[in-house]
């Protein structure tokens, strides 16, 4: 069917398709990252949307590229990158834009047991702060702090984003991380784009 009158109607219609779907997974992708970042900071709807969003955009791409099985991997792999660093890194680059540094002190550090998802256990540390006040944040084993210790807090005068200890949040590094996914999906788009081009 290739170079025919159908054949071609069926490229034109999948790479305008691609077109729309692509960008489309791109958005569902900052959707998700909202939804982990700000209220209701729900992990699994931003997962369901950054899994949506990785999807739509593969999808996208391989229709843009008329069908090539390279396009999938080039876009599941620079769209996953960038949905991992939009929430992670998105988080900490929201509270250092719009959140304050407070020294707090951790008044209360409990063990929470969760094998039943994870290979280790969790810590929830409540923290008082003097401007703040009362806050309480969840770490893994490796970023727990003990009770009675002053530790550097972000957190948001407004109450939308969650606190966070200051030490787990570098901004140098979210800021490279984010711009990083952003040029890689950048680059794989320019890529097939190019391909595309050089295949008509």
Do not use: K
């Amino acid at each position: 069917m290739t170079g025919s009158p159908a054949g071609d109607l069926a490229r034109r219609l999948g790479i305008r398709t691609g077109r729309v779907i692509a960008p489309a997974g791109l958005v569902i992708i900052f959707a998700g990252a909202l939804l982990f970042v700000l209220p209701p900071h729900s992990t699994i709807a931003a997962l369901v949307a950054g899994f949506a969003g990785v999807a739509a955009f593969g999808l996208g791409m391989v229709r843009f590229a008329g069908g090539a099985w390279w396009a999938l991997i080039i876009a599941v792999a620079s769209s996953g990158l960038l949905f991992a660093a939009v929430t992670v890194a998105g988080r900490g680059l929201a509270l250092h834009t719009f959140g304050r540094t407070e020294l707090c002190r951790v008044v209360h550090r409990e063990e929470v047991d969760t094998h039943a998802r994870y290979q280790h256990y969790g810590f929830v540390h409540t923290v008082a702060c003097p401007v703040g006040g009362t806050f309480t944040i969840r770490t893994d084993s490796t970023d727990r702090q003990p009770e009675g210790a002053v530790v550097g807090v972000l957190d948001d005068p407004g109450g939308l984003l969650e606190p966070d200890f200051a030490s787990r949040q570098n901004l140098a590094v979210e800021t490279i991380a984010l711009l990083g996914s952003v040029a890689v999906v950048v680059v794989a788009v320019e890529v097939t784009r190019r391909r595309v081009r050089a295949a008509s």
